[in-house]
């Protein structure tokens, strides 16, 4: 009989150390439901407080969300501009003049139209015939695209 009136006597030293610190901000929201659990039994005072804990957390990132929203971006008028494609370009998407937003919209949709996208690495591009006199050889990955496309451009 020693031995379980030691056990429950060192589980419930920690939760009373651990309590104090926790206890204050738990009692201030929710007053109710701690004052149950604090009658059942003082070994799940713990629980309750560990819940809290992350709601805490939870409060700060929806407040760090909301600041960014906040600040409005502002749209580069150098990427609006409109620019007129050289012959080899217009093939591909129109002689009318584009922004480089559009002009690299347009070839994506002919790359997939075309499937000239690579089966295995699709990050790579397979040129055809128009394509190759734009980028110059027969395989191109998708992030020297816009610096070639920006040849034709003027």
Known sequence: MATAKKAPAKK???????APAKKAAPAKKAA????????KAPAKKAA???KAAPA?????KKVAAKKAPAKKRTVNAAFMKALTPSAALAAV????PLPRTEVVSKLWAY???NKLQDAVNKRMINA????????GKMQVSMFEMAGL??????
């Open 12 to 18: 419930a030293a920690p939760a009373k150390a651990a």
């Open 56 to 60: 805490k957390k939870a409060p700060a």
């Open 128 to 135: 055809d015939a128009k394509l190759k006199e734009i980028f």
């Open 149 to 154: 496309i920006g040849k034709h451009l003027k």
């Open 93 to 96: 998407v129109g002689a009318n």
């Open 111 to 113: 790359i997939k139209k």
């Open 48 to 50: 309750p407080a560990k």
């Open 32 to 39: 109710a439901p701690a004052k149950k659990v604090a009658a």
